[in-house]
């Protein structure tokens, strides 16, 4: 299994084109094949920039890219691994890019795929990619665990689409589904890292899995992309250790935003909330929106909440290093149609997001006409009054 020169140089030399247009174009026995190269090596220039420099790796089809890791998640797994450890399994190896920059901290690491094709192509590219200490085998997870000696640490990535290709994002509906292999899991290593989506309900499955030591939400230029929880074989030593999440924002161009809170003491906190706004106003990332850390994040940086609800704060002094986006607040308004009538005359673009208010982005824009972009913020949120109010910002 691999690419003649006359197959990469046809890629190469289409690359850039759309595949649809090169399916009319073309009529060759391996163009499936070839389309699906050049699909892949699309989303792996910007997804796995350092796999895209690579001419001899294969992709499988776009599904299983767009289902793997990006380069910037899986570095940041790899990461929070145990240092000095020996053996290493990933018992749900997909196209193998978890597995890949992980795998690199170990002795010897194990491939598990029950895809026979997946399992061919990441035997192929970690060959490719000079991956000495990789062993592919393809068979289920759950008969991996059963077969296998004790493994230092272990990753799973649970596939989250049932036999009608449909998404599924409840634990038990994934496969494997982990409730009922997470025993087994800690019998066969002290270290286990599980991945799912982040649409997962997050104190649920803490609840579910058991034994879960931290939860890291972690999300790309604002964006969540995955949960990884991470659970411990119990010791005396941490047997008394709480829970906590951490949540991460990886920017792609400038330093990454990390925040992290026990959820016992969020539930416990008193925190000041604002009878009126200030100077500044701040947007918590989507990592603590998604981790509920609204308590813990007035708390830390002292800035007031301006409603229960909201999640929106703000504050006098600036506070540049938030863990999210800060605005400069400009003007406040009810939203009657006075108002509304006087702003527009001024502002005919925005970028508007809705928190805690009786309509949506698509109802404001209808109503407004206001188009989207521009250097104009405006949200439509509800202070602690119960006051509906529009806040017009700029960025900071």
């Given at each position: 299994?691999?690419?003649?020169?006359?197959?990469?140089?046809?890629?190469?030399?289409?690359?850039?084109?759309?595949?649809?247009?090169?399916?009319?174009?073309?009529?060759?026995?391996?163009?499936?094949?070839?389309?699906?190269?050049?699909?892949?090596?699309?989303?792996?220039?910007?997804?796995?920039?350092?796999?895209?420099?690579?001419?001899?790796?294969?992709?499988?089809?776009?599904?299983?890219?767009?289902?793997?890791?990006?380069?910037?998640?899986?570095?940041?797994?790899?990461?929070?691994?145990?240092?000095?450890k020996r053996r290493f399994a990933d018992i749900s190896g997909g196209w193998g890019v978890d597995f890949y920059f992980m795998?690199?901290?170990?002795?010897?690491?194990?491939?598990?795929?029950?895809?026979?094709?997946?399992?061919?192509?990441?035997?192929?590219?970690?060959?490719?990619?000079?991956?000495?200490?990789?062993?592919?085998?393809?068979?289920r997870s759950e008969d991996f665990l059963q077969q296998t000696?004790?493994?230092?640490?272990?990753?799973?990535?649970?596939?989250?689409?049932?036999d009608t290709g449909q998404k599924v994002f409840k634990i038990e509906d994934c496969s494997p589904d982990i409730s009922q292999l997470k025993n087994l899991l800690l019998e066969k290593s002290d270290f286990v890292m599980i991945k799912y989506s982040p649409m997962l309900d997050i104190s649920l499955a803490v609840k579910t899995l058991e034994n879960v030591r931290e939860v890291h939400i972690v999300s790309?230029?604002?964006?969540?992309?995955?949960?990884?929880?991470?659970?411990?074989?119990?010791?005396?030593?941490?047997?008394?250790?709480?829970?906590?999440?951490?949540?991460?924002?990886?920017?792609?161009?400038?330093?990454?935003?990390?925040?992290?809170?026990?959820?016992?003491?969020?539930?416990?906190?008193?925190?000041?909330f604002a009878s009126q706004l200030d100077t500044y106003l701040y947007e918590p990332n989507?990592?603590?929106?998604?981790?509920?850390?609204?308590?813990?994040?007035?708390?830390?940086?002292?800035?007031?909440k301006l409603h229960k609800n909201s999640h929106l704060y703000t504050s006098n002094a600036l506070i540049a290093d938030f863990p999210g986006r800060v605005f400069k607040i400009q003007n406040q308004f009810a939203p009657n149609k006075k108002n509304i009538r006087e702003f527009l005359s001024e502002t005919k673009k925005a970028n508007i997001a809705v928190?805690?208010?009786?309509?949506?982005?698509?109802?404001?824009?209808?109503?407004?006409?206001?188009?989207?972009?521009?250097?104009?913020?405006?949200?439509a949120t509800t202070l602690q009054s119960e006051e509906k109010v529009w806040v017009v910002c700029e960025k900071v």
């Open positions: 299994m691999s690419l003649t020169p006359e197959q990469k140089q046809f890629i190469h030399l289409h690359e850039n084109e759309n595949v649809r247009d090169l399916a009319l174009r073309f009529s060759r026995e391996d163009l499936p094949f070839l389309l699906a190269q050049i699909k892949g090596r699309q989303i792996a220039k910007h997804k796995i920039p350092s796999w895209y420099k690579n001419d001899n790796l294969l992709y499988p089809t776009t599904l299983s890219i767009e289902q793997s890791s990006s380069e910037i998640t899986a570095r940041y797994k790899s990461a929070l691994l145990p240092k000095g795998s690199q901290l170990f002795e010897e690491a194990v491939y598990v795929e029950q895809n026979e094709e997946l399992c061919a192509i990441a035997q192929h590219n970690f060959n490719a990619l000079g991956l000495r200490n990789a062993t592919t085998e393809n068979k000696s004790k493994v230092d640490v272990i990753f799973v990535d649970p596939a989250r689409r049932n790309v230029d604002n964006e969540c992309k995955e949960l990884l929880f991470l659970l411990y074989a119990s010791t005396l030593a941490d047997q008394n250790r709480e829970l906590i999440y951490h949540t991460i924002n990886l920017k792609k161009n400038s330093k990454t935003e990390s925040f992290s809170f026990q959820p016992i003491a969020e539930r416990q906190l008193e925190i000041e989507a990592s603590i929106l998604k981790a509920g850390g609204f308590n813990s994040v007035s708390n830390a940086f002292s800035v007031k928190r805690n208010f009786p309509m949506s982005v698509d109802e404001i824009r209808k109503k407004t006409g206001l188009k989207e972009g521009g250097d104009v913020y405006l949200f």
